[in-house]
């Protein structure tokens, strides 16, 4: 693994409240690791189509603003939130369009930036985005796989593109990702769906290749076959870089700073370290 210092901060993502407390008790493990500086942060939100599995959703978005105001400076953005229209059979429409805008009321109180979620809606999001920009600091439209004019529209209004492998499946979107300004490029896994497939596009572009077993061949220290894993991150970073023409490391700089600026303005770290 070329990079080191990825490990200096983890973000612990809860999307359900199930999740926030399984994690927040592995928060709390990840206090004692010893030398590794583990600084525990947190992203609070429910995408749309999530927001009725709870029973009472109006209790839902109270008890989130709880949390977030109890989190204090460990809460570093709101999110994934946003609207999901392949998701209708969870929830409808209305009731995500509805608890988007109330959790970016959310955002607004807490002057927190923001991770969206948009898959399917017919430029509604493109429209709520824009009608409430003036409501959260910045944000990270995550898992992007729009056109090129939507992603131009997007980082003009200083938001930030997240990518993928589900960014990178055809030359299309290669084409796409080509033409981020690299200021507002971000990159992720998704893991542990949205990996790079060998009939992606993408896939030629990817240099490293990790040890892989079968799940039933499980051995430590090896990638499960056709499972994406974090550490995929870097196939993304390897993709970008050559598409775009520049080193590796350039992208890995660039995507490093630029998540530090959005979700950790203020706290002082130092550059990432690569072999390479
Ligand atoms: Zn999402």
């Not at 407390?21 to 992203?43: A, D, F, I, P």
Request: hydrophobic share 40%; net charge neutral.
């Amino acid at each position: 693994m070329p990079v080191s210092k990825f490990r200096q901060k983890v973000i612990l993502t809860s999307f359900l409240f199930l999740f926030f407390w399984t994690r927040s008790n592995l928060w709390r493990k990840m206090g004692g690791l010893g030398e590794l500086t583990v600084v525990k942060y947190q992203r609070l939100g429910v995408c749309g189509d999530r927001f009725e599995e709870s029973g009472d959703a109006e209790a839902h978005l109270e008890a989130l603003a709880v949390l977030v105001g109890e989190g204090g400076a460990n809460v570093v953005a709101i999110g994934e939130i946003g609207l999901d229209y392949d998701r209708e059979h969870f929830c409808a429409r209305d009731v995500q369009m509805k608890f988007f805008e109330r959790q970016l009321d959310l955002a607004k109180r807490c002057q927190l930036p923001v991770i969206f979620h948009n898959r399917n809606t017919n430029g509604d999001f493109e429209e709520v985005v824009k009608r409430r920009r003036g409501d959260f600091t910045t944000g990270i439209v995550h898992s992007f796989t729009g056109t090129r004019e939507e992603m131009l529209e997007l980082c003009a209004l200083g938001l930030y593109i997240g990518i993928n492998g589900c960014g990178l499946r055809t030359q299309e979107l290669l084409d796409m990702v080509a033409a981020i300004p690299m200021e507002k490029l971000v990159v992720e896994t998704d893991a542990p769906w949205c990996g790079i497939k060998a009939s992606h596009a993408s896939s030629t572009h990817v240099s490293t290749k990790f040890a892989q077993v079968k799940k039933e061949k499980f051995v430590l220290g090896c990638m499960v076959k056709d499972r994406n894993e974090p550490a995929k991150v870097l196939e993304v970073v390897e993709v970008i870089a050559s598409i775009k023409g520049v080193d590796v490391s350039i992208v890995a700089q660039a995507t490093y700073q630029n998540t530090l600026a959005i979700l950790f303005s203020g706290v002082q770290s130092a550059p990432i370290v690569t072999t390479r």
